[in-house]
């Protein structure tokens, strides 16, 4: 999908189906890649509920990763948390839907200054990250 929306992207994930690769060390190569750009990338990460990508990319400074399985959620995840990282359930959501909700995340961005800004500050705070 990210290819025919001329997207540019790098896919970190397994090889096949077979692959042995924990998911902890798929979400570790995405959040790397994200720390290594210096934050201008954003991450995509799937598992089959997105909650153990999602705790996973959590650890990693400066990452702020959000399970979005509707519109609404990717919306806030963006807009009111400044999420960097969208992690989606390949059980919980058919492959329509997460591509749907993934244009749309992709669509939005954080702006600062609004109400969420101090919510926002004050997660920055707590995970240590000092990125703007």
């Known amino acids: 999908m990210l290819k025919q929306l001329n997207i540019p992207y790098e896919d970190v994930g397994v090889e096949s189906e077979t692959d042995q690769t924990l ?18 990338k954003e991450g995509i990460i799937l598992c089959g509920t997105g909650i153990g990508m999602a705790m996973t990319a959590n650890k990693f400074p400066g990452i702020f990763a959000a399970v979005c399985h509707d519109s609404f959620s990717a919306e806030r995840s963006r807009l009111s948390n400044n999420g960097n990282v969208i992690c989606m359930g390949a059980r919980v959501i058919g492959p329509e839907l997460a591509k749907k909700i993934l244009r749309e995340w992709l669509t939005l961005e954080y702006i600062p200054g ?15 990250a000092s990125r703007k």
């Open 23 to 40: 998911y902890p060390e798929v979400a570790e190569r995405v959040c790397e890649g994200i720390i290594a750009s210096n934050y201008q």
């Open 114 to 128: 609004g109400s969420s800004q101090p919510k926002v500050d004050c997660m920055r705070n707590i995970d240590g």
